[in-house]
């Protein structure tokens, strides 16, 4: 009967310590290399990971993050693809707003910067 229970609570840890799989529709990809000096931005950038996790639990909407180059510099676009405010979704590494402080609209940063990589979708 022990090693019954026993086998029984080793399954359920088991079962219970499995990582979560992404919901459907939720896709995470690879860093192709570091960006903002970290090897894994959605988890190891707070702010971003913080954000990412918000778009997992929102029940509805497309959101996507990815990362583009700007006059040399890395910056995350993080947002719902039909946002009608898409300017305030443009972040420096350190999780700020990156239009302001560079002086430029945003259709002035997209028509400059160049996709780099996308990390996280969810349709």
Not at 1 to 18: D, E, F, P, V, W
Not at 68 to 82: D, M, P, T
Request: net charge positive; aromatic share 12%; charged share 20%.
């Amino acid at each position: 009967m022990r090693n019954h229970l026993l086998l029984l609570s080793l399954l359920c840890t088991g079962i219970a310590c499995k990582d979560k799989e992404p919901e459907p529709g939720i896709t995470f990809y690879k860093a192709k290399k570091a960006y903002c000096g970290v090897g894994d931005p959605l988890n190891e950038l707070a702010w971003l990971k913080a954000k990412v996790d918000t778009f997992s639990t929102v029940k509805v909407g497309n959101y996507t993050v990815s990362v583009v180059e700007y006059k040399g510099g890395e910056y995350f676009i993080a947002g719902s693809a039909f946002s009608s405010s898409p300017a305030s979704e443009i972040y420096t590494c350190s999780g700020d707003r990156a239009l302001k402080p560079l002086g430029v609209t945003y259709n002035q940063f997209m028509e400059a910067s160049k996709t780099v990589q996308t990390l996280y979708t969810r349709r």
